[in-house]
């Protein structure tokens, strides 16, 4: 069974808009962290958050974490074509390595 | 640096033959990890390796063995293949004991069981 949920699974947007993806889990975590796949390829770490943060950032990525409600949301500003892929939340849940990943939410970003 | 890499790219087998795959860091990282990935499924787990030695079953080990060679080499062994097996297999490698916990994955390999 598979800790994260996203949605909305699909998500198509013009250039410059803000794309906004949201990933519950159910058991408690010791970090969550996001991964972005182009079609074909590996997977390539985004961000990692862990348990006692809120909020994180990097570049024009932007994370949140609400522990209480078992909830994150990945945020990219000002989109570019070149964010088109697929995006998956993965959960950690002990001092061990192993993630559970989300069913991915794939955007498409429109020029 | 290489990073993940994993052999072959591609294969096509019949139904009963038997395959390995490869997977090889050079990130000195202690824990690998193999995946398969299905259309909407995402990632699921199949065996991963916390260290040198050991092994444990993820959530979907049915059908597969794996053998953690040496601190670099993570091999993952299809005794007899289904139908069932067709997916993306990635290999991916993290280095939980140093407080990083993000993996890095390698191309992945793209199998169809005929």
């Known amino acids: 069974s598979q800790q994260g949920e996203e949605d909305p699974q699909a998500l198509s947007i013009q250039e410059g808009e803000n794309a906004t993806m949201n990933c519950s889990y159910k058991t408690s975590i010791n970090n969550l962290q996001w991964y972005r796949q182009n079609s074909g390829r590996g997977l390539v770490h985004l961000i990692l958050i862990r348990s006692n943060e809120r909020e994180k950032h990097s570049g024009r990525l932007r994370v949140t974490l609400d522990t209480s409600k078992k909830s994150s949301s990945l945020l990219i500003t000002a989109s570019r074509a070149a964010d088109t892929a697929s995006y998956f939340c993965a959960t950690g849940y002990n001092q061990g390595g192993k993630l559970i990943f989300g069913q991915g939410t794939e955007l498409s970003v429109k020029p | 640096n290489a990073g993940v890499t994993q052999t072959p790219k591609f294969q096509v087998l019949k139904t009963g033959q038997s395959m390995t795959l490869q997977c090889a860091q050079d990130m000195n990282h202690n824990s690998m990890y193999w995946y398969r990935q299905d259309p909407g499924m995402g990632l699921r787990l199949i065996y991963y390796s916390a260290s040198e030695g050991t092994t444990d079953k993820g959530e979907v080990p049915n059908g597969y063995n794996v053998s953690r060679l040496n601190k670099r080499e993570f091999s993952l062994r299809l005794e007899s293949a289904a139908p069932s097996q067709t997916s993306v297999y990635f290999c991916?490698?993290?280095?939980?004991?140093?407080?990083?916990?993000?993996?890095?994955f390698g191309p992945g390999t793209r199998l169809t069981v005929t």
């Open positions: 991916a490698s993290s280095a939980p004991g140093t407080g990083t916990y993000e993996q890095y």
